[in-house]
């Protein structure tokens, strides 16, 4: 589903990547492991054409990565950062403000599908009537979380998605994601919910292969 | 009515009123006495200069001479708005200029053909003075608008991106942040605008009606160039919008980070 081909990266002269290679199956769970600075938000950022390597290719899906194709790929997949934000926002806006986007036209946002989805991941359907900024960090990766399962796509590059959740809350979660044979899913995470999962292969960025 | 001419010997008097910020500058410790006197300097000089350049210009009053003087106070404009707004001239100066220069021609002509109905539209009374007041009075609303639109991107990276990912065109993604630094660029004209003849009384008229023309001409002229000022500034900040994305974002639609200082 994305394959990484020799690619080298860098920013300003430090070296993220050099010939890497990498490739994520369709409908595997991968956790991406590694401190901070070894680029796992800019693998995401490759995929999503959010950053350019200088030498290498990057395919989604078999075809290519470029300037042209990357506006298709970024309708194919659902991307949730690490704290994202909409800014001076009601929760509920953030809903319409991704439904008003063209080529989401077709899907369900409606208040019964939201709100079958807040009932799920445990959020107060008032919720919806607050401003972004005065949500949790929990609360606000939930909504997040939220939307993209309303885009319908079956792509899931997930940044810390986790890592503000309770216990019980960290397990429905990934297994959410985990259990849906026929999506991909890309996580980056600490949390043992990912790692110790059977079902989930585990990325070293440390050392640039797979964990046995 | 002619208007009372003032002597050097006044004008030193005016300037002994600068004795004001001086002094308070001085017991206060306000830092403004160099920048002060560097600036009515600075503003002394280029008055006398453009002065002398002026009474030139209307004498010969030559269409090539006209356009070219107004090609170089749009070019004063383009550098003055680029070092505004903090981002390299080397990308922008062209976009930028082209688009200062259709904003103020198009205007002015407009002004100058239909509304003046002048018999010479090259006329350096009309040409010079009516465009350097547009220029001069769009340039703070440009730099506010242009500036507004790459740094709030830039501020809001990863809500631009998130954008992106959601399968937004670059049309959609750009859009918030256009109506946010148009809106921005025009507030301040628009301020003046609506406080117009009742806070202050412009400069254009002031200097009409010094110079000897009854206030109902002053203000017919007053309403037509703040009309004009309006749709230049709205002109030149989209045009320098769209002519610089081409510049300032890659062809994934991601803002290059080098296009600012």
């Given amino acids: ?212 | 009515m002619e208007t009372i001419d003032i002597s050097v010997y006044s004008l030193l008097l005016a300037f002994l009123l600068l004795a004001v910020p001086v002094i308070l500058s001085r017991l206060y410790g306000l830092d403004l006495i160099k920048p002060l006197l560097t600036s009515a300097g600075r503003m002394t000089v280029q008055l006398v200069l453009i002065g002398v350049f002026l009474k030139y210009l209307f004498l010969w009053n030559k269409a090539y001479i006209n356009l070219s003087w107004l090609i170089v106070m749009i070019l004063v404009a383009v550098f003055s708005a680029i070092r505004g707004s903090s981002m390299k001239p080397g990308k922008i100066l062209v976009p930028v200029f082209i688009s200062f220069a259709i904003a103020t021609f198009a205007v002015i002509f407009y002004i100058n053909i239909f509304v003046i109905r002048l018999d010479y539209i090259f006329d350096a009374r009309y040409l010079i003075v009516l465009g350097g007041m547009l220029l001069g009075n769009s340039l703070r609303g440009n730099i506010i608008g242009i500036s507004a639109f790459y740094k709030n991107i830039k501020k809001d990276t990863k809500r631009f991106l998130y954008t992106l990912s959601l399968g937004a065109t670059f049309n959609e993604a750009i859009l918030p942040y256009l109506r946010e630094s148009v809106q921005l660029a025009l507030k301040p004209t628009l301020a003046s605008m609506a406080t117009m003849g009742i806070v202050a009384l412009p400069g254009m008229m002031t200097g009409v009606i010094l110079g000897g023309t009854s206030p109902e001409v002053a203000i017919k002229y007053q309403i037509m160039i703040m009309i004009g000022i309006v749709v230049s500034t709205i002109t030149s900040v989209f045009l320098t919008i769209f002519l610089t994305l081409r510049v300032c974002f890659s062809k994934y639609g991601t803002l290059n980070q080098d296009i600012f200082i």
């Fill in chain 1, 1 to 212: 589903m994305i394959r990484y081909e020799k690619i080298k990266l860098d920013f300003d002269g430090k070296v993220i990547f050099n010939d890497f290679s990498c490739e994520i199956a369709k409908g595997e769970k991968v956790v991406l492991l590694g401190r901070s600075g070894l680029g796992k938000s800019s693998l995401f950022g490759l995929v999503l054409g959010f950053v350019e390597p200088q030498s290498g290719k990057v395919l989604f899906d078999e075809a290519l990565v470029d300037e042209h194709t990357i506006w298709h790929v970024r309708e194919k997949v659902a991307f949730v950062d690490q704290d994202v934000s909409l800014g001076d926002y009601k929760v509920s806006d953030w809903f319409s403000f991704v439904a008003g986007i063209k080529s989401n036209h077709v899907l369900n946002f409606s208040e019964e599908r939201i709100g079958e989805l807040m009932d799920f991941f445990e959020l107060s359907r008032d919720l919806l009537a607050k401003d972004i900024s005065d949500l949790s960090g929990g609360e606000r990766q939930r909504v997040a979380i939220i939307v993209s399962v309303l885009l319908e796509r079956n792509v899931f590059l997930l940044d810390e998605v986790t890592s503000a959740l309770d216990k019980n809350l960290k397990k429905k979660t990934a297994d959410f994601f985990i259990e849906r044979k026929d999506w991909t899913v890309v996580s980056i995470s600490h949390d043992a919910v990912w790692l110790d999962n059977p079902n989930v292969k585990v990325f070293d960025l440390e050392k640039k292969t797979w964990k046995q």
